[in-house]
């Protein structure tokens, strides 16, 4: 039997999987991400032994922050400071003896919500707030990417925003005033020093409203049919957020049409499943 094995390499955890040629999930782990570079390609390796079993791997696919070099599969994801211009394509080939393709987690995440989520729309923009916020925008099942294949930086947008502590806003990226640093789960920290879970409704209101704006700023400029919010901090919030946001929408987005905006029907495994997708189709 041969299996195709996705991973999702955040900033706190490693997930792998393996699947059918269906995408059927086989086997699945979870491990915390080591902070050394050669800790993590290491536990990354023996995750995938794991999944495969003994399996022959046809492909390996992979989720992973930004920034990248999606074709040469070069990573230096930002919340992960000792991952600078890995090549971890030519080390996973090297390895394994597969083809590896690895892109943004949230371009990973719409491939993977579009595909197993069976989205049918032609402009479908997803949206993750998790430790970070970024978004992946597909054009008829196809990464949008920007200049010299760049992926566009949602989240470092600046909003019109409403916060009670404007002191704790920074952003990682260095520049002010960033959606990220309003909404993530890393500037809710640093805004009302705790975690998402433990807002109160205020303080809910405050991060609904901020990433209105910004989803506001989005539909204005792509005009997506659909926008899903995924990740630990929009999954967290639920309806609670999504309302929020809606309200924002609706009150404030004139002169083009509404999108639909909904939760992830794949909840917090849609990069992971996402990484099996790109395995299986690959990356253009």
């Not at 595909?115 to 008829?140: E, P």
């Not at 929020?244 to 929408?249: A, E, K, P």
Request: aromatic share 6%.
């Amino acid at each position: 039997m041969s299996v195709y094995v996705g991973l999702d390499i955040g900033g706190t955890k490693l997930m792998a999987a393996a699947s059918d040629d269906e995408g059927n999930i086989l086997r699945k782990i979870r491990n915390p991400t080591p902070l050394d570079l050669h800790q993590g390609l290491s536990a990354l390796n023996d995750m995938i032994g794991e999944v495969a079993n003994g399996d022959k791997i046809t492909a390996i696919g992979a989720a992973i922050g930004g920034p990248l070099d999606w074709k040469r599969g070069v990573v230096s994801p930002l919340h992960q400071p000792q991952w600078r211009n890995v090549p971890l394509k030519a080390i996973m080939e090297k390895q394994w003896g597969c083809p590896f393709y690895v892109d943004v987690d949230t371009n990973v995440a719409a491939v993977g919500e579009y595909k197993f989520a069976r989205v049918s729309v032609s402009r479908f923009l997803y949206i993750t707030v998790s430790t970070g916020m970024g978004g992946g925008f597909l054009i008829d099942g196809k990464i949008y990417r920007g200049m010299n294949g760049e992926h566009p930086e949602v989240a470092h947008q600046s909003i019109h925003y409403r916060c009670s502590n404007p002191d704790g806003i920074a952003c990682e990226c260095g520049a002010s005033d960033c959606l990220e640093a309003l909404v993530s789960g890393n500037g809710i920290r640093r805004i009302y020093h705790k975690a998402a879970e433990d807002l109160n409704d205020q303080e809910w209101e405050e991060v609904a409203y901020n990433l209105g704006q910004g989803l506001r700023n989005l539909a204005a400029i792509y005009l997506p049919d659909l926008i899903v919010l995924g990740g630990g901090v929009a999954l967290g919030g639920g309806k609670k957020l999504l309302g929020g946001i809606q309200s924002v929408m609706e009150e404030n987005l004139r002169i083009v049409p509404k999108p639909e905006i909904r939760l992830s029907k794949l909840g917090y495994d849609t990069a992971l499943i996402g990484a099996i997708a790109i395995a299986m189709q690959g990356l253009e």
